[in-house]
């Protein structure tokens, strides 16, 4: 059955001589492998479009009860050309794709992606999109800290530290050295944001300056409960790295 979907592409790798492996994140089916055969030709029309996490237009051979299916032509309908012009928005792009692809949501995420990818096109400090991405992908993985308070003992005052093994605040009564992580009020206090924000809260998130410490934050939860390898989180931290240094 030939179908035209949108989708966003995920990931490409090489499969036989001139033909890729496609992961994409359709609209309607969600995520569905294509074999995209004569891609890697030179003369080859349908490999702009199939580029990781462009948004396309794709007429696919949807095969019943198989798990892969074949790629007839694909038409590119937002590129992200900012996106591919910038390393480290490159690193943070390719790193929510695969993050979605891993994660095998029964949520429909593709609007969420979308977003993601809109907002990062745009942006000049892509830091705020990637906090405000990986918060959501915890809350999505169950992975909610504790931030109304003390996670030890449920106190609102004196908010010193966060603690990643009991999930959330911890107070300067109940704090731990050598376990607990210290954290000024400022840092503490954007993390708390970013726990509480959806993507509707965008236009407030990027006005606030987010850095790579505050996404190591967030990230460290996701690291400590998900159980998820991210084989792209390597280089997109030695490119934020190499960012922060650049600064």
């Known amino acids: 059955m030939i179908e035209q979907i949108d989708a966003i592409i995920l990931d490409s790798k090489d499969y036989k001589e001139k033909d890729a492996l496609l992961s994409v994140l359709s609209l309607k089916y969600g995520i569905l492998h294509l074999v995209a055969r004569g891609i890697r030709k030179i003369n080859s029309k349908n490999a702009s479009a199939c580029l990781p996490f462009t948004y396309a237009k794709l007429m696919v051979d949807l095969k019943e009860q198989r798990s892969l299916h074949t790629l007839q032509s694909a038409v590119i309908l937002k590129s992200y050309r900012k996106i591919r ?76 530290a966060l603690s990643y093994r009991d999930g959330g605040f911890v107070c300067s ?28 809260h965008y236009e407030i998130i990027k006005e606030i300056p987010f850095d790579y410490d505050d996404f190591l934050h967030v990230y460290t939860y996701f690291e400590e409960y998900a159980g998820i390898g991210m084989k792209s989180i390597r280089f997109l931290k030695t490119i934020c790295e190499m960012e922060v240094k650049a600064k």
């Open 85 to 160: 012009e910038d390393l480290l928005k490159q690193s943070i792009a390719s790193y929510f794709c695969e993050m979605i692809e891993k994660s095998n949501f029964d949520e429909d995420v593709f609007s969420i992606l979308l977003e993601a990818l809109s907002c990062l096109q745009d942006t000049k400090n892509p830091f705020s999109v990637l906090c405000l991405f990986q918060s959501i992908m915890n809350r999505m993985h169950g992975i909610e800290p504790f931030v109304d308070g003390c996670v030890r003992c449920g106190g609102l005052h004196n908010i010193y």
């Open 173 to 200: 009564s109940c704090y731990r050295q050598g376990i607990d992580s210290v954290q000024d009020k400022d840092r503490l206090k954007k993390f708390r944001i970013l726990c509480k924000a959806k993507w509707e």
